[in-house]
C-alpha cells in the first residue's frame, strides 16, 4: 500500500492512496492540467485511477474536480451533502446576490400560487401544501445561501491569494475550466457539475473500493459535511486527516493504529496571530472549525496518540502563518524518544511540490 501527497497546503490539495488492487485520489484541490503534472512526476498513472473521494467542498479541495473526473471518466465519492454544495457551488445561480435570488423565489412562489388558484379545488389543496412544502425547502435554501455569501463577503476583503490560502472559500468561487479536459459537451454546458458517475458514503460507515476499505469519520471544519478518512489493505492502514479545527473524540479514535498518517499542522499561534490576514479571517482559522494549529497537533500527538505510525505527515500548512521547520519541531518535541529509525518519522507535505510515495 501506499500514499503519495501530490499537494498540500490552503492553495490545493490532493493525494492518491492505492492498495494492490485500487488507487484513489483523495480532493482534487488543483486544475486539472496541475494535477496531471504532478502525477506523471511521480510517476503515477491517472488511467490507473478508480475512483476519486472529496473530504469537503472547499476550493482548494475541489477545483480540478469536474474536469479531472469527466477526462478520466471515473467515479467521484461525496457525501449526499457535501456533493449539493458543490453543486451549488458549480451552478451559476449560486452567484446570483442574496438579493436577487430572494426575489427569483418570490416571483416563483407568486407563480405556483396563481396556477394552484386556476386548478380544480381537490388539486388546488394538493398543490397549496406542496407549495408550502416548497417554502421551507426555499427558506432554507435561502439560509444556506446567506451562509455561503456571508462567508464570501468576508473573503472578498482579502486579496485573492490570501482569498485561497485562508481556505476560507465555502462558495466564493467558480472553479475555472482549465484547456485540459475534452471539449465541452452540450451537457457539461448544461450542467457544469456534471460527472460520469456520482457515489455516496456517510461518515461513520465503512466502504470498500476494490480492495480498499475504507472508513469515512466527521471533523469540525466549516463546510457542509467535511470528512476524514482511514484506507486499510493487508493489514496496512493510512489515514488522511486535515481541515480541522480541533481533535475532537471521534477523530482521537478513528485515528488508532494507523501506520501512515497524514495530519494537519496549519499554523503557528503566534505567526498567525501577527500575520496578515483581517481579524476576522484570523479568528474563523482559530475556530473550532478551522485548522489545526502546529501546538494542537503537538497535543494530540502527545497525549493521545498511540504512537504506533511509521510515518507522520504534516500536511495543510499554512504559507503565510507557518515555517515548515516551526511544524516540524513542535511535531518532533511532542513525538520526542517515540521517534526512530522504523517508527514515528516526520515528513512535510508542500504546496509547491509532491512528496513522493510513502509505501508500507
Ligand atoms: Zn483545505
Ligand atoms: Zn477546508
Known amino acids: 500500500m501506499y500514499i503519495t501527497v501530490l499537494a498540500s497546503g490552503s492553495k490545493g490539495n490532493s493525494t492518491v492512496v492505492a492498495s494492490r488492487r485500487t488507487r484513489v485520489l483523495v480532493d482534487a484541490g488543483l486544475s486539472c492540467k496541475e494535477l496531471l503534472r504532478r502525477m506523471a512526476m511521480v510517476g503515477e498513472d491517472p488511467g490507473k485511477l478508480d475512483a476519486i473521494l472529496i473530504t469537503h467542498e472547499h476550493q482548494d479541495h475541489v477545483a480540478g474536480l469536474a474536469v479531472l473526473a469527466r477526462r ?89 491569494a490570501l482569498n485561497r490560502a485562508a481556505d476560507s472559500l465555502g462558495g466564493a468561487e467558480l472553479p475555472v475550466e482549465d484547456e485540459c479536459g475534452p471539449v465541452k459537451s452540450a ?44 484506507f486499510e489493505a493487508d493489514g496496512i492502514r493510512m489515514a488522511v486527516a486535515t481541515d480541522l479545527g480541533y481533535v ?63 510515518f507522520i505527515v504534516l500536511g495543510h500548512l499554512s504559507e503565510s502563518n507557518n515555517q515548515p521547520e516551526l511544524a516540524r519541531l513542535c511535531a518532533e518535541r511532542a513525538v520526542g524518544d517515540r521517534m526512530r529509525l522504523l517508527g514515528n518519522r516526520i515528513v512535510l507535505a508542500m504546496q509547491a511540490e509532491p512528496l513522493g510515495a510513502i509505501e508500507l
Request: glycine share 4%.
Open 248 to 310: 475532537p473524540p471521534n477523530v482521537k479514535s478513528a485515528l488508532k493504529a494507523i501506520d501512515v498518517l497524514l495530519l494537519e499542522s496549519n499554523h503557528d499561534l503566534e505567526m498567525l496571530r501577527d500575520g496578515p490576514y483581517p481579524w476576522s479571517v484570523k479568528q474563523r482559522v482559530l475556530s473550532r472549525v478551522g485548522h489545526l494549529s502546529n501546538e494542537a497537533t503537538a497535543d494530540f500527538l502527545q497525549k493521545d496518540y498511540d504512537g504506533g505510525a511509521a
Open 72 to 160: 478520466l471518466g471515473i467515479p467521484v465519492y461525496f457525501t449526499e451533502q457535501t456533493h449539493r454544495a458543490w453543486v451549488r457551488m458549480m451552478t451559476p445561480r449560486t452567484t446570483m446576490t442574496y438579493a436577487k435570488w430572494l426575489e427569483q423565489v418570490q416571483r416563483e412562489k407568486l407563480a405556483r400560487a396563481e396556477a394552484a388558484a386556476a386548478k380544480v379545488p381537490s388539486y388546488a389543496a394538493a398543490e397549496q401544501a406542496d407549495a408550502r412544502n416548497v417554502e421551507k425547502a426555499d427558506a432554507l435554501r435561502a439560509a444556506e445561501l446567506e451562509s455561503i455569501a456571508g462567508i464570501s463577503a468576508e473573503a472578498a476583503c482579502l486579496d485573492p
Open 187 to 230: 451537457e457539461v454546458k448544461a450542467n457544469p457539475a456534471a460527472l460520469p458517475k456520482v457515489e455516496f458514503f456517510e461518515a461513520g460507515w465503512r466502504f470498500t473500493i476494490g480492495d480498499l476499505t475504507i472508513d469515512p469519520f466527521t471533523i469540525p471544519h466549516d463546510a457542509a459535511d467535511p470528512c476524514g478518512f482511514v
